[in-house]
């Protein structure tokens, strides 16, 4: 491999103050659902988000200030609903700060369907939607903790899942899905591309 200097191009980013701000980069956005202590439903948006490995365990980076993260430490369990692009508004309304008395009434205009396995509730109308029960929190990334969960129970919107009959280029296409852009922006995407894996690749 060449070295050489660093580009012309590249510029030192601030690392005496996050570096999160002075970029974009592309995320997930799902709402995650949890019951408060009086059994009411909290639904939060999270776009720290990712898979945990290639098997069924699902993980977030979440403030232990958050309702969220007190919620799953007493219950065991969360869901995770993924919302299309059309429920972008729904979405960040779910982050309305609590009243004085600790709710979230904006919640009360959201429609909602319930878990199976778990106790819990998902969005209705978002395409793509787990039940976690608890794995393991990691504390200490700073101020914030990673909450990992064993996804127990999947359902999707029939026209967002690949199918073998259809291009999976065509299922996008159709089925558009929302991308958060942190921070502050999103982006609809509804064309993409094959990915040009190298020859004989072993994930
Ligand atoms: C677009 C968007 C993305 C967010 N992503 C995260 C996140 O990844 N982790 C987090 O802890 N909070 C995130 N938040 C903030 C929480 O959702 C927000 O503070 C919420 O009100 C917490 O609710 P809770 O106290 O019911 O858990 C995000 C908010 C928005 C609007």
Redesign the pocket.
């Known amino acids: 491999m060449n070295k050489s200097t660093i580009p012309a191009n590249v510029v030192e980013v601030d690392t005496s103050v996050p570096v999160w701000g002075q970029f974009f980069t592309v995320?997930p956005?799902v709402l995650?659902g949890?019951r408060?202590a009086d059994g009411s439903l909290?639904?939060?948006?999270?776009?720290?988000?990712t898979p945990m490995g290639w098997q069924n365990y699902f993980g977030?980076?979440?403030?232990p200030?958050?309702?969220?993260?007190s919620?799953i430490e007493r219950t065991g369990v969360f869901t995770v609903s993924y919302p299309r692009p059309s429920q972008v508004l729904y979405?960040?309304l779910?982050?309305?700060?609590?009243d004085a008395h600790g709710d979230?009434l904006i919640l009360d205009y959201f429609k909602t369907f319930p878990a199976k396995e778990v106790d819990g509730e998902f969005i209705e109308d978002g395409y793509l939607f787990f039940e976690c029960r608890h794995f393991k929190t990691v504390d200490g990334f700073g101020d914030?903790c990673l909450i990992t969960g064993e996804i127990v129970a999947a359902w999707g919107d029939r026209d967002f899942l690949r199918r073998a009959e259809a291009d999976d280029q065509e299922t996008i296409h159709e089925a558009p899905l929302l991308a958060?852009l942190?921070p502050?922006r999103?982006a609809t995407i509804d064309r993409s591309n094959g990915f040009p894996f190298p020859e004989a690749m072993k994930k």
Do not use: E, I, W
């Not at 909290?42 to 988000?49: E, I, N, R, T, W």
């Not at 779910?94 to 609590?98: F, I, N, S, Y």
């Open positions: 995320a956005l995650v949890t408060d909290d639904l939060a948006p999270k776009h720290m988000v977030f980076v979440c403030s200030q958050h309702g969220t993260c919620n979405t960040s779910a982050a309305t700060p609590r979230k914030n958060y942190h502050g999103f």
